[in-house]
């Protein structure tokens, strides 16, 4: 697989590109494979494909778009035991893992594919009849990240295809392969131009945002990265919708049953290397059971194996990539400068790779950085709370929105709760669970729009309300 070439798909065609560039495996941190490096003109070349193919896609009844959808998963499918080996090798999660991202990218589009594109009559009275209907919007950008490559991909390519739009897709430049050897396994499978796919270096992702020839970016990834997209899409009013960070906060009640709930609570923390946007990033437990939780916390923690995706039973691989991880190394050295105390890890791991070791800490001050900053790695700050309405304020004091967790047996309770935290979703007694046929999305600065749901459609949508004035009557 190391000499393995990596082809962009434009037009439905192979496109080597000009210019490549490395792609590490953060197991080690040494480059095994070099990815197209995609440049402007490649870059108009496959815009240009997509507004060509636009008008024939567009009048593609749906029922046929819905049976291309079933087919690309079909393909995903038959062909997951090589991607998700090769996911695994360029992003570095557990092989387990690297098989439900991929899969669940299947799913994401067999699911999208079930969704309606409605149409609502406001008015039909004996003077006038008025129906809403929903088109697509033209080209979209697809611009996915580095952590959840494929079902992410996926949360877009199914409701942006299913209503028509073409797509041009553009993985994370740390994790473009298993998303070009997709592109690649997709030709002929829809119609030439309709899905490029397009790979590149830090540059390629203003190129596509200010690209006069796109309708609409939709986006996942960081806060700070997404502020540049809507600036640069600001300038055509291209369409956005921006799904960004969280410091997302679990809310531990009293009365839970701590044995029982501790290894669910370090996963909603810890699953993929703690590199999930509504990932766990500030755990508030209630006094009561503070101390007894976090004793059966770090127990568990230390029978988890953190090694290289690709070996047996490894729970949790490395940081993806060697900028995430100098920022994670930076944030516990920083708890560290300021004395707060670990309760596991806070070590360097003496191993290649970007490995960071499990760590937790043991309540530090709410204004510590590790509080106040979505730390995207295997770092936990387990912070102590009094009551109800403490914890709720603590919980919003975030420029963040995305996701909270409440953990309880009073689940009356827990619903009214959720009523008052400012987080797109709310999980009770779980974490972490999306579906495609509900929406998601965030408030504050984790985001614009939503993806997923009926919802999830629309936003790569137009509306058109057409008012008829009936003839009148004798």
Known sequence: MANQTYTMTINGKAVAGGETFGVENPATGQVFAQAPDCSKAELDAAVASARAAFPAWKATPIAKRRE?????????MQNLPELSRLLTREQGKPHPDAEGDVGGGAFWLMESAKHEIPEHVSEDSAERHAVTRYGPI?????????NFPIILAAFKLGPALLAGNTVVLKPAPTTPLTTLRIGELLRGVLPDGVLNVVSGSDRLGP????????????????????????ESAAHSLKRVTLELGGNDPAIVMPDVDVKKVAEDLFWAAFRNTGQICIATKRMYIHKDVYEPLKAAIVEYAATV???????????????????????VLELIQDAKDNGYKFLIGGDEAKVPGYFVPITILDNPPE????????QFGP??????FDNLDEVVGRANDSEYGLGASIWTSDIE?????????QAGTVWINESQHLSPHAAFGGFKQSGIGVEGGPEGVLEFCQAQTVFTRKPATA
């Open 138 to 146: 033209g080209v979209v950008a697809a611009i996915v990240p580095w």
């Open 413 to 421: 309770r827990a619903q009214d709760i959720a009523t008052r935290l």
């Open 379 to 384: 770092v936990l700050p387990l912070l102590k």
């Open 68 to 76: 291309l959808l079933n087919a690309m998963a079909g393909v995903i």
């Open 305 to 327: 194996k953190v090694g290289d995706g690709a070996e047996q039973g490894t729970q949790i691989g490395p940081i993806q990539n060697s900028a995430q991880y100098k920022r």
């Open 207 to 230: 190129w596509l945002t200010a690209h006069p020839g796109i309708d609409k970016v939709s986006f996942t990834g960081s806060t700070q990265t997404g502020k540049k997209v809507m």
């Open 367 to 374: 204004n510590a950085r590790i509080v106040q900053e979505e």
